[in-house]
């Protein structure tokens, strides 16, 4: 597996994917802030990747781009098309899978996310004033709960040889979990929790071959 993860004060949160997995056998962390590869390196070592291998990809994103060396040297969808040929990938970033929409299936399997609400800074005015609840506990809570959610099942897929498919389930089961316990709290936060869980499980999408092995 190669992981992608330009490190930073907003994806600081997403830092425990990174010591879990990159112990484990063939997976290669390139971080933005301790490497001193360049994009074109970078691009080059994604793109000469063996089919194989899975692409891991935590950070920012947009429909149209994600960044690994912030928005100077973005990854577009044209270029995503090119490195990513052939490709199984799983970009953990805001609105990745409308950004996999834009590759034109030039990827062999993959699975996106939607809008992921981890910051105060990514909340519209609507949203500021619906989760301004404890000082946006709810929002710290989300991102504790999405990095264990997301470790588990990935921990899980490595020891079972798991599809995409079955990957992207048990994900959904776990955040089903959430989801089910913060139904019956009569806390405000929890409430709202079980709000941004639900609102993840519905924009997690899977493109491909969903029964391609995950590694």
């Known amino acids: 597996m190669i992981v992608l993860y330009p490190n930073d004060p907003s994806t600081h949160f997403l830092s ?5 997995i990159s112990n484990s056998e063939n997976v290669d962390v390139y971080f933005r802030d301790k490497d001193t590869l ?15 291998r899975l692409i891991l990809y935590l950070g920012h994103g947009t429909s149209t781009e994600i960044y690994y060396f912030g928005t100077e040297n973005v990854i577009t969808s044209e270029i995503a098309q090119q490195i990513f040929k ?4 799983i970009l ?5 899978s ?4 834009t590759l034109n299936k030039q990827f062999y399997s993959a699975i996106g996310f939607g809008n ?8 519209e005015p609507r949203d500021y004033n619906e989760y301004n609840h404890e000082d946006f ?5 989300f991102r504790e709960k999405l990095v264990k959610l997301f470790i588990q099942s990935l921990t899980e897929a490595r020891a079972l040889n798991s599809s995409f498919l ?4 048990s994900l959904k089961l776990r955040i089903n979990k959430v989801i089910s316990e913060c139904s019956i709290s009569e806390d405000k936060t929890d409430k709202l929790l079980g709000k941004l869980m639900f609102d993840l499980k519905t924009e997690i999408k899977l493109f491909g071959d969903p029964h391609a092995s995950l590694f």
């Open 92 to 96: 953990l970033a805001c609105y990745s």
């Open 86 to 89: 052939g490709k199984k990938l």
């Open 38 to 52: 360049t994009y074109e390196e970078i691009i080059s070592i994604v793109e000469k990747s063996h089919l194989s």
């Open 98 to 101: 409308e950004f996999l929409r």
């Open 137 to 141: 506990k709810c929002i710290s809570l």
């Open 116 to 123: 992921i609400l981890t910051s105060r800074a990514e909340l």
């Open 16 to 20: 425990d994917i990174c010591k879990v």
């Open 166 to 169: 079955q990957f992207n389930n």
